[in-house]
């Protein structure tokens, strides 16, 4: 007698995704996890009926009471559910409409920016050759070392033939980086603006207040829902919910700090 499946495969399309979730998740759950974002007013809540995908192959617990209207009866025909409220049963393939995702849309990058005189927390110092011994020594002194740059500090130190260069906070007085040469001008900051919509960062040049880099992106707790009222209730109501906006808006900002890093 064959075991139950524990794990189903979703297909999405038209992304060629697939996924392997537990058997019993929602469907918008599972789109979430493949990393794409699609419309839901209501974060999953089965009330406003923009989280709507067609149903090609496979079988779903499709929750839907008709009297709510969210689905035409042309829509039902064509096999259209909500994401929200259909549990898959089985390996899935799904399309997911133009009208439910969320992209191909501009996002506004280019408002005014007053220059700033930065005042950063963090330091970096060159430390030339002959100065290693004396300033190394004063660091462990002055400042909290870690153990894994300790170690690091030593390898560069050793094959250094310029010098080396040190991130320090000046807030916490704790060694952060070390790198070798002397690279005094690359200290950089991010700004991040975190709309319910949309992020936006910003990549400055903390020696002199420059703008060097602009990205922005869908903010990926829309999945969650399109207004913060249903994202507090998403996090209220939902088995670590909190954890998974947290994650949502984190994984947004590390992509943005990515596709500015590679081009500086």
């Known amino acids: 007698m064959s075991e139950e499946k524990s794990e189903v495969t979703i297909t999405i399309q038209p992304y060629g995704k697939r996924i392997k979730v537990p058997k019993g ?44 209207k969210l689905l035409t009866p042309e829509e039902l025909d064509r096999k259209v559910i909500l994401a929200c409220i259909s549990r898959c049963l089985s390996d899935c393939e799904i399309f ?10 501009r996002i506004q ?58 991130t320090i ?4 007085k704790r060694l952060m980086d070390v790198e070798e040469g002397n690279t005094k001008n690359r200290l950089f900051g991010l700004a991040v603006d975190i709309g319910t919509t949309k992020i936006v960062s910003y990549l400055v040049d903390l020696t002199n207040g420059n703008r060097l ?36 808006v984190v994984d947004t900002i590390n992509l943005l700090v990515e596709e500015m890093a590679k081009k500086h």
């Open 109 to 166: 990058t280019d408002a005014a920016i007053p220059k700033i005189s930065p005042e950063p927390i963090v330091e970096k110092i060159f430390i030339p050759k002959e100065a290693l011994i004396v300033e190394i020594q004063r660091i462990r002194q002055q400042y909290s070392v870690t153990e894994f740059l300790s170690s690091k500090l030593e390898e560069i130190v050793k094959r250094s033939t310029e010098g080396v260069t040190v």
């Open 213 to 248: 880099s602009v990205a922005s992106e869908y903010n990926a707790q829309i999945a969650y829902g399109e207004d913060v009222v249903s994202r507090i209730s998403y996090a209220m109501e939902s088995k670590d919910g909190l954890g998974m906006l947290q994650k949502a």
């Open 25 to 68: 998740i929602d469907l918008l759950e599972a789109i979430r996890r493949a990393g794409i974002v699609i419309r839901s007013v209501c974060g999953g809540m089965g009330k406003c009926g923009k989280c709507k995908v067609i149903l090609k192959s496979g079988q779903v617990d499709f929750q839907y009471n008709p009297e709510e």
């Open 96 to 105: 997911i409409p133009p009208e439910t995702r969320i992209e191909g849309q």
């Open 169 to 172: 906070s000046k807030q916490d």
